[in-house]
């Protein structure tokens, strides 16, 4: 039998992980200290292996958002990517490379959700073929979804 093993990071690439073994929970919360750490309705995170991370490039800076929390994110580029606590680590679900499979299992502090966060899949979708076409025309310098050797690849200027 394989271990699992799992890798991911942040938008620019300059904080990078590795995860082996079991993951926890897939999650979200609608606390208010979440919405504030990833600017948005929620966060989505799911639980590490005790013992199971390993930061294969830089590491994340951290934020004391109370007396028992720290959020950790990249301090290049703002990507949020952790939610540490008494109990564990928790990792952002978007920061993985592969996300397919962590679909949220749970809500919690859902007392204070934003009241119209449940309708939002509601909403109209914007199919504008125009706009995909120039969305196509931009050229990202955000890592791709798998490990690098070095990064930012040569010749790319950031």
Known sequence: MTEAIRSGGCQCGAVRFRIRGQLGRPSICHCRMCQKQFGNFFSALVTAPHDGLEWTR?????F????????GFCKNCGTPLT??????????????????????RIQVNYASRLPWVETIFEQPVHQDPDFYARQEQIISFQHPDHDTEIWPSEGLKI
């Open 58 to 62: 830089g590491e994340p800076t951290y």
């Open 64 to 71: 004391q958002s109370s007396v028992n929390i720290d959020r």
């Open 83 to 104: 939610y540490r606590h008494p109990g564990g680590l928790e990792i952002a679900i978007g920061a993985f490379d592969e996300r397919d499979d962590l679909a949220p």
